[in-house]
């Protein structure tokens, strides 16, 4: 789900970003700025974010030393 559309607050539903959420992310903007993004999801993902496993799994994966895309991306090319 890469695409996304725009729509002013005025124009902005609640139905209307909802479907539109179920395809796409809505972003709502207020005089041509974003105030909100509207992201649909699923029961899986609903699931998951109610999960306190998941969450636990999220932090202690925050803790672990990382690399950056580069050194990453350098890694892979070497190969």
Same mark, same amino acid.
């Given at each position: 789900m890469s695409t996304r559309q725009t729509v002013?607050? /005025?124009q902005a539903t609640l139905k209307f970003c909802i479907n539109e959420a179920r395809q796409e992310r809505v972003i709502v903007t207020r005089q041509g700025k974003p105030v909100a993004l509207v992201i649909g999801i699923d029961?899986?993902?609903l699931e998951l974010g109610s999960d306190d496993?998941?969450?636990k799994l999220i /932090? /202690?994966?925050r803790t672990q030393?990382?690399?950056s895309r580069e050194q990453l991306e350098k890694s892979i090319n070497s190969d």
């Open positions: 002013g607050l /005025e029961e899986e993902q496993s998941f969450w /932090e /202690e994966r030393d990382t690399i």
